[in-house]
Antibody
Framework: EVQLVESGGGLVQPGGSLRLSCAAS????????IYWVRQAPGKGLEYVSA????????DYANSVKGRFTISRDNSKNTVHLQMGSLKAEDMAVYYC?????????WGKGTTVTVSS | EIVLTQSPGTLSLSPGERATLSCRAS???????LAWYQQKPGQAPRLLIY???TRATGIPDRFSGSGSGTDFTLIITRLEPEDFAVYYC?????????FGQGTKVEIK
């Protein structure tokens, strides 16, 4: 079964850090780009970041550039999103998605709460 | 950054009716790299359409996408009960791969 599973969400104070992980199974992970998309409570989808299949190309939404870092380990079929200097507006459900250009496969999401 | 504007914000229709959703881009979307996703409450989004008009695997043929350049449309020919959801367009030709704000299709 093709699957992406996010983990690492939780409660963090403003200014704090958190590392999200996305574990893949059921497909050839190294062929796929991986994306992070978030959804604040009651809001729409917001693109966050992407990493190419071999990890050599990354990009970020302006809202997270300089604070978030995406990386991948193809030997472990895993992508990480290191999030720093967290703000209240970063609070959301974070989804990872995979695909070859388009977001074909999605995880169920992990929730990040930013609060003191 | 390409800004995608979806209209209407909410569409109130009955099962069996036709739904027409619009997505307009602030600049031309290269190679029609435009996708549509469906999201139901409490669920992750699901890919419906990519390349502006190609249905993803397993998507029923009542869903169709069209358009090019800056104007794109998603049509659901006959709404089934399971089609009532929020629909998002997204361009993926170049970063950042922005989403539209969504159109909610609700039961009238």
């Amino acid at each position: 079964e093709v699957q992406l599973v996010e983990s690492g969400g939780g409660l963090v104070q403003p200014g704090g850090s958190l590392r999200l992980s996305c574990a893949a199974s059921g497909f050839t992970f190294s062929y796929y780009a991986i994306y992070w998309v978030r959804q604040a409570p009651g809001k729409g989808l917001e693109y966050v970041s992407a990493i190419s299949s071999n990890g050599d190309i990354t990009d970020y939404a302006n809202s997270v550039k300089g604070r978030f870092t995406i990386s991948r380990d193809n030997s472990k079929n895993t992508v990480h999103l290191q999030m720093g200097s967290l703000k209240a507006e970063d609070m959301a459900v974070y989804y990872c998605a995979g695909g070859q250009g388009v977001m074909e496969v999605w995880g169920k999401g992990t929730t990040v709460t930013v609060s003191s | 950054e390409i800004v995608l504007t979806q209209s209407p914000g909410t569409l109130s229709l009955s099962p069996g009716e036709r739904a027409t959703l619009s997505c307009r881009a602030s600049q031309s979307v290269s190679s029609n790299f435009l996708a549509w996703y469906q999201q139901k409450p409490g669920q992750a989004p699901r890919l419906l359409i990519y390349g502006a008009s190609t249905r993803a695997t397993g998507i029923p043929d009542r869903f169709s996408g069209s358009g090019s350049g800056t104007d794109f449309t998603l049509i659901i020919t006959r709404l089934e009960p399971e089609d009532f959801a929020v629909y998002y367009c997204q361009h993926y030709g170049s970063p950042p791969r922005t989403f539209g704000q969504g159109t909610k299709v609700e039961i009238k």
